[in-house]
């Protein structure tokens, strides 16, 4: 079974540019998330999808970052214009449904570096 | 809200050694909790995962169980080896949401030969 795809892999832009990042989730899997994980850092929660709506994105900074997910497959999540605090991995991850105690599936990331 | 404590590391083991990794949680109701690893350069991998209290998670030789009086899944392995070393996370789920997953730091862990 393939896991989920992610791309690139890694990136360097200069501040106030812009970026974008693509995701394929598991085949059959309702529920897609974005993560933002900083160095050191555990992984947080930026945006959840369950099929093409939106049910949580309390922590996405609306102001530069966006999020996508046509058709309820593929996702894209752009920043612009990026900041140097956006340094970070963006993990793409997806399960069946979003039921407490179901395993989610993570991407190998994308490695954003903001110059 | 939501929050996961993991201990403080990195944590430095030579081969063979006993390793516990300590995690305690804060929570509304009864989360499912979760250990995921990340090897250098890699994403977020499941290793083990218990979703009600008492209940033992395991694979590839590490454990850990939910403890609902202590708010405790402390991952635990008998012998570790050099492949061992990465980054763990603890991490809950809490069924009053979304199922969304809350993660600690994470706990850095380096085995020597």
């Known amino acids: 079974e393939a896991g989920v795809a992610q791309s690139p892999r890694y990136k360097i832009i200069e501040k106030r540019q812009s970026v974008a990042f693509w995701c394929n989730p598991i085949s059959g899997h309702a529920t897609l998330y974005w993560y933002q994980q900083i160095l050191g850092q555990g992984p947080k929660l930026l945006i959840q999808?369950?099929?093409?709506?939106?049910?949580?994105d309390s922590q996405l900074p609306k102001d530069r970052f966006s999020a996508e997910r046509l058709k309820g497959v593929d996702s894209t999540l752009k920043i612009q214009p990026a900041k140097l605090e956006d340094s970070a991995v963006y993990l793409c991850a997806s399960s069946l449904e979003p039921v407490s105690g179901n395993t989610i599936y993570f991407g190998e990331g994308s490695w954003l570096t903001v110059v | 809200g939501d929050s996961v404590t993991q201990m403080e590391g990195p944590v430095t083991l030579s081969e063979e050694a006993f390793l516990t990794i300590n995690c305690t949680y804060t929570a509304t109701g009864y989360p499912s909790l979760f250990w995921y690893v990340q090897y250098p350069g890699e994403g977020l991998q499941l290793l083990l995962k218990a979703t009600k209290a008492d209940d033992k998670g395991s694979n590839k030789g590490f454990e850990a169980t939910y403890r609902k009086e202590t708010t405790s899944f402390h991952l635990e392995k008998g012998s570790v080896q050099v492949s061992d070393s990465a980054v763990y996370f603890c991490a809950l789920s809490d069924p009053g949401g979304y199922s969304t997953l809350t993660f600690g730091k994470g706990t850095m862990l380096l085995v020597s030969p």
């Open positions: 999808f369950q099929n093409n709506g939106v049910v949580d």
